[in-house]
């Protein structure tokens, strides 16, 4: 069965340092999205993109994030500058139309910055 | 604002057991709802979809309910296993398309 692949399994990282998270989605689907975990907390959503532009984001993602669809399968996570908050398990989601098909997700990057 | 609840926030029980776990939600404008199982250290995965129209959804010895008047779903899993223990989260699709809003979960354990 097609799946969400997800690069690192876990990343460690400095404050105020970059990182970059990286998915690929399922091929055919057009719809992808980053969501967080905080440990103990709720699933939150941060972004949807579609068409090589951002449809959607919370009020979490704010300067400090990005996403880009570099090649034709890769769709990435960029954090500016880290703070200790960032950490969390980020993951990626797919979906082959909107929000009202079936969300494919990956199996996360635990970011951890130190 | 869309607030998403679950009941019991674990629950502990013998194999073979049925079991209902419960979801309420506050705004009863949803275009959809999902449950997600979801494993320590692993991802999310997609057990059932509801859309706003249905009201229920069966796979396997799973069955999904939705009232959405009354802003309730309901998670029936038919003689529970081991295997099925994880953590299963409720989320609605509420606000535009491409946003779902999760409740905190239910943690269960099924032991033989």
């Known amino acids: 069965e097609p799946e969400v692949t997800q690069t690192p399994s876990h990343q460690v990282t400095q404050m105020g340092q970059e990182v970059i998270l990286r998915c690929v989605p399922i091929?055919?689907?057009?719809?992808f999205y980053w969501y967080r975990q905080i440990l103990g907390q709720k699933v939150e959503f941060l972004v949807s993109f579609y068409n090589n532009e951002i449809s959607e984001k919370s009020e979490i993602f704010d300067d400090q994030f990005s996403v880009e669809r570099p090649d034709g399968s890769n769709f990435t996570l960029k954090i500016r500058s880290t703070k200790l908050e960032d950490s969390a398990m980020y993951f990626c989601?797919?979906?082959?139309?909107?929000?009202?098909?079936?969300?494919?997700f990956g199996s996360g990057t635990q970011l951890s910055v130190l | 604002k869309q607030e998403v609840t679950q009941i019991p926030a674990a629950l502990s029980v013998p194999e073979g057991e049925n079991l209902v776990l419960n979801c309420s939600f506050t705004?009863?404008?949803?275009?959809?709802l999902q449950w997600f199982r979801q494993d320590p250290g692993k991802g999310l995965t997609s057990l059932l979809l509801i859309q706003s129209s249905q009201r229920e959804q069966t796979s396997g010895r799973l069955n999904a309910s939705l009232d959405k008047s009354s802003g309730r779903s309901t998670l029936y899993i038919a003689a529970s296993q081991p295997g099925d223990s994880a953590t299963y989260l409720c989320?609605?699709?509420?606000?535009?398309?491409?946003?779902?809003?999760f409740g905190a979960g239910t943690r269960l354990a099924v032991h033989p």
């Open positions: 989320a609605v699709l509420s606000g535009g398309y491409n946003k779902l809003i």
């Open positions: 989601a797919s979906s082959e139309g909107d929000g009202v098909e079936k969300l494919f």
């Open positions: 091929s055919n689907h057009l719809y």
């Open positions: 705004d009863s404008a949803i275009y959809n």
